[in-house]
């Protein structure tokens, strides 16, 4: 089993930046793909960005150029750097990891944008 325990999240202005973190616990053993996912309210859970244990990523076309995902596979740790926020950023932020087929989720951390 894996826990996913998520950071950082909070209130930043339009144009604000803010950094959120992501520990994994557990049997953390070849953890693989790891991502970051949000979900507006009265929307769909939607990508934000993913990356893989070898530090290949792939991102959201809304995020590209102002989100970065990275990894500390030493720390088990996860990262997304999110520059010029915006208000339709506002979102509760999971991460997942993957390990051997299984998905793992964290609880979610809030963060609003205001304009």
């Known amino acids: 089993q894996v826990q996913l325990v998520e950071s950082g999240g909070g209130l930043v202005q339009t144009g604000g930046s803010l950094g959120l973190s992501c520990a994994a616990s557990?049997?953390?053993?070849?953890?693989?793909?790891m991502g970051w996912y949000r979900r507006a309210a009265g929307k769909q859970r939607e990508l934000v960005a993913t990356i893989t244990r070898g530090g290949n990523t792939n991102y959201a076309d809304s995020v590209k150029g102002r989100f970065t995902i990275s990894r500390d596979n030493t720390k088990n740790t996860v990262y997304l750097r999110m520059n010029s926020l915006k208000p339709e950023d506002t979102a509760v932020y999971y991460c997942n990891g993957e390990q051997f087929g299984n998905v793992y989720w964290g609880q979610g951390t809030q963060v609003t944008v205001s304009s």
């Open positions: 557990g049997t953390t053993f070849r953890l693989g793909t």
